[in-house]
T-cell receptor, first 112, second 111 residues
Framework: EAQVTQNPRYLITVTGKKLTVTCSQNMNHEYMSWYRQDPGLGLRQIYYSMNVEVTDKGDVPEGYKVSRKEKRNFPLILESPSPNQTSLYFC???????????FGPGTRLTVT | SQQGEEDPQALSIQEGENATMNCSYKTSINNLQWYRQNSGRGLVHLILIRSNEREKHSGRLRVTLDTSKKSSSLLITASRAADTASYFCATDQGGAQKLVFGQGTRLTINP
């Protein structure tokens, strides 16, 4: 089944404790992206990747890192999480930029 | 920057009625897409309309695009309780390497 998986689905952590949210797709998609969704602010892009080893900042990259060492994986790293990064995070992939995107189920992160 | 803006923000109708949502955007686009999101879940792609298309259908969905007015509408006919969700438009801008999402319309279908 074609899908985007994210782990963990729920995470509660404390300020400053490094964490990684994994994202994997099995559709051989070139393009992958991370979004955060907050009430009243909609869906905002954090980082995106056009292909392996090619990543770039989205609208709200501060406090986040990504890597794309393999085509299927695109982990999101929070080196020192802060409470303002409490949010619902989505990973998405598409065949190419501008094509329909397939979304993962989301990761609800709480930073205390 | 938010490119797509949906209108209305919330819509509540009776089952069986038609639901219409609108999306406006500011700059030229390659395509415009509509997505559905059930509460707290991942977005699901519904339909993509290219800038040179004016209308597209998919089942009970009808999307129109007016590039001169920089607007699009999504019509859901014969609504069902299962259509209750948030609906987002997203635009593929020419120069940007991303989709830009609006804030969504929350649709409630009352039985």
């Amino acid at each position: 089944e074609a899908q985007v998986t994210q782990n963990p689905r729920y995470l509660i952590t404390v300020t400053g404790k490094k964490l990684t949210v994994t994202c994997s797709q099995n559709m051989n998609h070139e393009y992958m992206s991370w979004y955060r969704q907050d009430p009243g602010l909609g869906l905002r892009q954090i980082y995106y990747s056009m292909n392996v080893e090619v990543t770039d900042k989205g609208d709200v990259p501060e406090g986040y890192k990504v890597s794309r060492k393999e085509k299927r994986n695109f982990p999101l790293i929070l080196e020192s999480p802060s409470p303002n990064q409490t949010s619902l995070y989505f990973c998405a992939s598409s065949f190419y930029r501008g094509y329909e995107q397939y979304f993962g189920p989301g990761t609800r992160l709480t930073v205390t | 920057s938010q490119q797509g803006e949906e209108d209305p923000q919330a819509l509540s109708i009776q089952e069986g009625e038609n639901a219409t949502m609108n999306c406006s955007y500011k700059t030229s686009i390659n395509n415009l897409q509509w997505y559905r999101q059930n509460s707290g879940r991942g977005l699901v792609h519904l339909i993509l309309i290219r800038s040179n298309e004016r209308e597209k259908h998919s089942g009970r969905l009808r999307v129109t695009l007016d590039t001169s007015k920089k607007s699009s509408s999504l019509l859901i006919t014969a609504s069902r309780a299962a259509d209750t969700a948030s609906y987002f438009c997203a635009t593929d801008q020419g120069g940007a390497q991303k989709l830009v999402f609006g804030q969504g319309t929350r649709l409630t279908i009352n039985p």
